[in-house]
Nanobody, 127 residues
Framework: VQLQASGGGLVQAGGSLRLSCAISGRALSSSTVGWFRQAPGKEREFVAALTALGWNDHTTHYADSVKGRFTISRDNAENTVHLQMTKVKPEDTAVYYC??????????????????WGQGTEVTVSS
């Protein structure tokens, strides 16, 4: 299983950015894909997760700090999970990582539950 995160870059505060996590070797239909981020000097933290319930249904979860601003979604045809970031703030600056939990456990915000991780994509929000 491999995950490839992309879409990071420099964006002004209040702007938008879309991150993508392309997954190979594992179908999305029975997994949880999560996004985490690590800001400079801080620990990695949970951002959002999507738990697939078959091909046509899923549940989503968000950290309080991004709720209402970020949206996680999936593209079955591309086996990709997106993180749409809107109304970004300087405190969103971080390296963003995607990861997959093949057992789709309920512990979507626990890093230790995830089996495979992508390499990270850097997001910088300027004020």
């Amino acid at each position: 299983v491999q995950l490839q995160a992309s879409g990071g870059g420099l964006v002004q505060a209040g702007g938008s950015l879309r991150l993508s996590c392309a997954i190979s070797g594992r179908a999305l239909s029975s997994s949880t894909v999560g996004w985490f981020r690590q800001a400079p000097g801080k620990e990695r933290e949970f951002v959002a997760a999507l738990t697939a319930l078959g091909w046509n249904d899923h549940t989503t979860h968000y950290a309080d700090s991004v709720k209402g601003r970020f949206t996680i979604s999936r593209d079955n045809a591309e086996n990709t999970v997106h993180l749409q970031m809107t109304k970004v703030k300087p405190e969103d600056t971080a390296v963003y990582y995607c990861a997959i939990d093949e057992e789709a456990s309920n512990w979507y915000d626990r890093q230790g539950r995830y089996d495979y991780w992508g390499q990270g994509t850097e997001v910088t929000v300027s004020s």
